[in-house]
């Protein structure tokens, strides 16, 4: 029997967009050691040299790891084992912390990117209740959806470990800022008063058809930064920008991998580019992985900032409210939609 036959075909990639068997490895992502920021007297040289090494990545790939980071391992290992405990329950238990359209946190497995499914299953949490974004000309709540039991301790080691996402977020937004010859903070008003970042949990269990399926399908990432803690096991590729090759980002011990999102591409009116990623999935072994990804307040107005602009580079997007676009977005996870979902590139100038 043929892998079309024992795949359903909701999973199925265009042949364009199906994954080779052999994967190209990511031998040149960027890895940055963020030691420097952890220095009681910090070297200017070396915080020099690292918000240039910050910079030049994400001008030549959007993507790089770190190390050095100053998220405790212990704190990661035991958020790696709480999802490890959710997704082993019985389909039954995780479906009564079931997301939908009315509380869109919780437990999903009918994801679609690019209107295919993803070969997954996923929690999702927001790092502050409630988390306000616009709907029908008002503002809705959104509320996490705890499991009433297992896994023990579940939400404090959630909550804990989105504290420490939060720092981390901020230590390389302030990087990002510099880098583009920014005051430190400049980003940091855009995250006061209640953002919209949350934390997603991601299973991927063995595919039958990993060359037609895909863990998640090629796409940008909407928001500032994403952060990701990924699995031995790895499967993650980037699209990389100088030939378009799918590159496959090969697990670092203990790193963070973080990518650019179109907000910070729209901040810097372009010079840092968001850039396509997607997830391979494997035939024998299960993949779990955590993203976090870091949102601004629900009110932003995202356009690029006054201070990169000038005669010779002029404003390339229009101004679009943050809150309307995530809310229209999150549509497209729970059906299949007759157009492609709103992108940035509808706002280019």
């Known amino acids: 029997m043929g892998e079309l036959e024992v795949i359903d075909p909701v999973f199925i990639q265009a042949p364009e967009h199906r994954p080779k068997p052999e994967s190209v490895q990511a031998n040149n992502v960027p890895l940055i050691d963020l030691s420097p920021l952890s220095s009681r007297e910090p070297d200017p040289g070396a915080l020099e040299s690292l918000v240039a090494q910050i910079g030049q990545a994400c001008k030549d790939w959007g993507f790089f790891q770190v190390i050095n980071h100053g998220v405790a391992l212990h704190l990661r290992e035991r958020m790696e084992l709480v999802s490890k405990q959710f997704f082993a329950m019985q389909k039954e238990e995780k479906k009564k912390v079931a997301r939908d359209e009315v509380k869109p946190l919780g437990y999903y ?42 896994p023990p301790q579940m939400k404090e080691v959630c909550q804990q470990y989105g504290a420490e996402m939060e720092k981390l977020g901020h230590k390389l937004l302030e990087l990002i800022a510099l880098s583009l010859g920014l005051e430190r903070d400049r980003f940091r008003g855009f995250f006061e008063g209640g953002t919209t970042c949350f934390i997603r949990l991601n299973h991927y269990p063995p595919c039958p058809g990993p060359d037609l ?5 090629r796409h940008k990432d909407a928001g500032a930064l994403t952060v990701l803690a990924q699995d031995e096991v790895g499967g993650l590729q ?59 307040t629900h009110d932003t107005k995202v356009e ?32 299949k939609l007759d157009v492609e979902n709103v992108q940035i ?3 280019k100038n």
């Not at 996923?122 to 009433?148: G, K, S």
């Not at 990169?308 to 977005?329: D, I, V």
């Open 238 to 296: 980037v699209k990389r920008k100088s030939d378009g090759e799918w590159i496959l980002v090969h697990p670092t011990p203990n790193a963070y991998i973080v990518n650019v999102g179109d907000i910070i591409q729209v901040w810097s009116n372009d010079k840092y580019e968001s850039v396509e990623h997607r997830v391979k999935v494997n035939a024998e072994r299960e993949r779990f992985s955590i993203p976090y990804f870091m949102n601004p």
């Open 213 to 217: 399926a895909l863990g998640v399908g």
């Open 304 to 335: 690029p900032l006054d201070e990169l602009l000038s005669s010779r580079n002029a404003a390339k997007y229009r101004a679009y409210c943050w809150g309307e676009f995530f809310a229209t977005r999150k549509l497209s996870n729970f059906k």
């Open 109 to 150: 497995d009918t994801e679609h990117t690019k209107n295919v499914r993803d070969w997954k299953e996923v929690f999702d949490f927001t790092l502050q209740e409630p988390m306000i974004i616009p709907h029908d000309h008002e503002h809705r709540e959104m509320w996490n959806q705890w499991p009433p039991h297992n």
């Open 345 to 347: 590139y509808h706002f």
